[in-house]
């Protein structure tokens, strides 16, 4: 070992108790670091399997939606389609797929039966940019296939009943409620619901759905389903609400294209309309989503999602865009984003309080070991040497914080997987905390104190390297 | 043949401070040591003997005037340099001792033999060798901190020596030591010079340790004003 290394250990060593409160300061420091990251990325995969599957990364809709509407309530776009197409012409690498939404209610007027909502995403069965992605998540049950009655091939009857006086017309569409025999639509739906209502949930069941078919209007249909399938995202309240099924059903729910039913006219009472297929258009949809390449670097997600949410908004100035974190913010409140600011403000503090404390216990040093450095420089030590003594203090403190931060974060880590602990949502879903170690943040708790003690150190370092040998001798002779 | 001197001052003058408050501290000093002498400065308070040793060790640059080692001029030489210089070609004693009490006898005796680079086996075997001469080769293993007073400037002694510098400079060796161990390491001094024929220059105000000089050289008001045999 040189002469630096070993002094600046002896020193280390000499001076352990203050030392060790500055290493376990910035130890547990930069443990919080890490699993507040490693917590936070836990936190993005299971967005990214949840909220996602929603707003992929992000969603365009009409002017007049707001983010309560991203759960299905978008008004219609008729030209949904060409906007994807814009949107993958103008950027190369970004996928876009049209979506149709809806609101729906099951287990209504059934005796003894809890009624629940849940959002109905309409998704291309093939080109939609997340199915590979839900494919995955199928826990019981299968996705659909072509052969799955996705179109009935007829028009749900639309029954509209005009209001006497100044009371709103009321639109009905009820296609199989009158139409018995027709096959149920399949949906996939959230294995969290299947949790919550057993009984009316699994694969294979049926039942029936009260949807609303038009955001703005009072439009309602009531259809019935089969479920095929069961997924599971992570987040079990995102994955009790949003149920999925083949855009197209929800293209002929909604009588999103051409209508050839014949219409009736009762005078007096309404008009009414069905029984023969539509023509359903693909132009037409409720929302584009938009998938995006990953960037080289994660580290900043959010900030990627807002980035790619202007690039997009540049493209469609007139529509509303929406990033995942705007509806993730919406569901959990951006609470996570203020502790993770307050968090890292207070590491940030307290990190430079340990550079400052790390700096005035060697500036004491210095003045207690003058002329033990005058001795080193009498024997011949040139400055580099003394500086090095301080700077490897540094190096070791640095070294020995980030090493015990990290062994302190995998420690906490394997208790909370060990023990087990949950966040409680509503409907008595809960999801388990866990954590993914970004090994680019393990980097960081081992280089940022480094770092920090080195510069810390580097002060004191300089000054005592740069006091003459004459000086250092005759300044600690006085101290003696 | 004539000598070469190891070391040569010339018109060396040190003044510390600015303007009116400057003190001279040296004036106009011109000396030679040459190899094998056993050199006592002495001097009243505030002569100037220890800022002579400085200059002398290359801890302090004169302000004006030249230092010559082995005839070279090393007045203008850059801090590195000098550094090493300081650490191959010269000794020191210093009247605190100056161990480093955290490290063994034995450590502290090889340490400027480490910060000159060499190797720790072959320091370690030359740091007994001068601890069996130095009589306190049994402590080897002790720290410093251990040790009394006399013991403590034994091993500086043998650490003066560890690098075969070519002269030893001892500012007040006894200062901080009673009468019988003062002797003991007067004693210990010449007999270095006698036997390993290294060069040592003491500073002492005691008159009788100056008396074992063989050559004195007085310091009054920083200027020399005798230079001569020891009577």
């Known amino acids: 070992m040189s002469i630096s290394r070993s002094f600046a250990w002896s020193e280390i060593k000499e001076h352990k108790l203050i030392y060790t409160v500055i290493i376990l300061v910035i130890a547990f420091t930069m443990a919080s670091f890490l699993l507040e990251n490693a917590y936070i990325n836990y936190m993005m995969q299971v967005v990214n399997e949840t909220v996602k599957n929603v707003t992929a990364d992000v969603i365009i809709t009409n002017p007049d939606c707001d983010v309560r509407d991203l759960y299905g309530t978008e008004t219609t ?123 009316i949930i699994s694969v294979g069941k049926e039942l029936d759905l009260y949807i609303c078919a038009s955001a703005r209007g009072a439009n309602y249909a009531s259809i019935r389903v089969k479920i095929i399938g069961l997924y599971e995202s992570g987040t079990p309240t995102i994955d009790a609400m949003i149920w999925f099924i083949p855009a197209d059903s929800l293209r002929e729910i909604k009588c999103y294209g051409k209508v050839k039913g014949r219409s009736w006219i009762i005078p007096g009472i309404g008009s009414f309309h069905g029984f023969n297929p539509i023509e359903v258009d693909r132009n037409m949809g409720d929302a584009v989503i938009v998938k995006v390449p990953p960037p080289s670097i994660s580290i900043d997600p959010i900030g990627y999602s807002e980035e790619v949410k202007r690039r997009i908004q540049s493209i469609v100035p007139d529509l509303k865009v929406f990033s995942w974190h705007d509806l993730l913010v919406y569901g959990a409140g951006s609470m996570q984003d203020v502790v993770t600011i307050l968090l890292w403000g207070s590491m940030g503090v307290t990190l430079l309080l340990c550079g400052a404390a790390i700096k005035y216990v060697m500036d004491s040093i210095i003045i207690r070991k003058m002329r033990e450095i005058g001795s080193l420089k009498a024997f011949g030590a040139r400055d580099r040497v003394i500086f090095k003594i301080f700077l490897y203090q540094g190096l070791f403190i640095g070294s020995l914080s980030g090493v015990l931060g990290i062994l302190i974060a995998i420690l906490v880590m394997k208790i909370v997987n060990w023990y087990g602990i949950s966040m409680q949502f509503i409907a008595g879903t809960q999801l388990k905390i866990g954590f993914v170690v970004n090994w680019f943040t393990v980097a960081i708790s081992i280089i940022l104190p480094i770092l920090l003690s080195i510069a810390a150190a580097s002060i004191p370092a300089k000054k005592a390297a740069m006091l003459p040998p004459v000086e250092a001798l005759r300044r600690g002779e006085i101290s003696l | 043949m004539k000598k070469e001197p190891i070391i040569e001052l010339s018109h060396v003058t040190k003044i510390y401070g600015e303007y009116e408050k400057s003190v001279i501290a040296l004036n106009d000093v011109s000396l030679k040591i040459f190899p094998k002498e056993f050199i006592a400065v002495t001097g009243p308070s505030g002569s100037g003997k220890s800022t002579l040793l400085h200059c002398m060790g290359l801890l302090d640059r004169p302000t004006e005037g030249k230092i010559f080692i082995e005839g070279r001029d090393v007045s203008r030489i850059s801090g590195k340099d000098i550094a090493v210089l300081r650490g191959k070609k010269i000794g020191f004693v210093f009247q605190s001792h100056n161990l480093i009490p955290r490290l063994t006898v034995i450590e502290n005796v090889i340490l400027p033999g480490l910060i000159a680079g060499r190797k720790r086996v072959e320091l370690e075997k030359k740091a007994i060798e001068l601890l069996r001469e130095v009589g306190i080769e049994h402590r080897a293993k002790h720290r410093g901190a251990h040790l009394s007073g006399g013991e403590q400037q034994r091993v500086a002694i043998a650490r003066a020596l560890i690098n075969d510098p070519i002269i030893v400079l001892a500012d007040e060796p006894t200062g901080a030591l009673d009468t019988e161990s003062s002797k003991e390491i007067m004693d210990l001094l010449e007999e270095m010079n006698k036997n390993r024929g290294v060069t040592v220059v003491f500073v002492s105000h005691d008159p009788e340790i100056a008396r074992y000089g063989r050559r004195r050289i007085e310091l009054v008001d920083g200027s020399v004003t005798y230079d001569g045999v020891n009577r």
């Open chain 1, 77 to 199: 776009m008729k030209n949904a389609g060409e906007i994807a197409r814009l949107i993958e012409e103008r950027f190369p690498g970004y996928k876009a797929s049209v979506r149709v939404t809806a609101q729906a209610t099951y287990g209504v007027g059934l005796a003894n039966e809890s009624a629940d909502g849940c959002t109905l995403q309409g998704i291309d069965i093939h080109d939609d940019v997340m199915v590979e992605s839900l494919k995955k998540k199928i826990v019981a049950g299968r996705f659909f296939r072509d052969d799955d009655p996705i179109l009935r091939g007829h028009t749900p009857l639309y029954i509209k009943i005009n209001a006497p006086g100044n009371l709103p017309d009321i639109v009905y569409g009820a296609g199989q409620r009158l139409l018995r025999e027709d096959e149920p639509y399949p949906v996939i739906v959230g294995a969290a619901a299947a949790k919550v209502h057993p009984s």
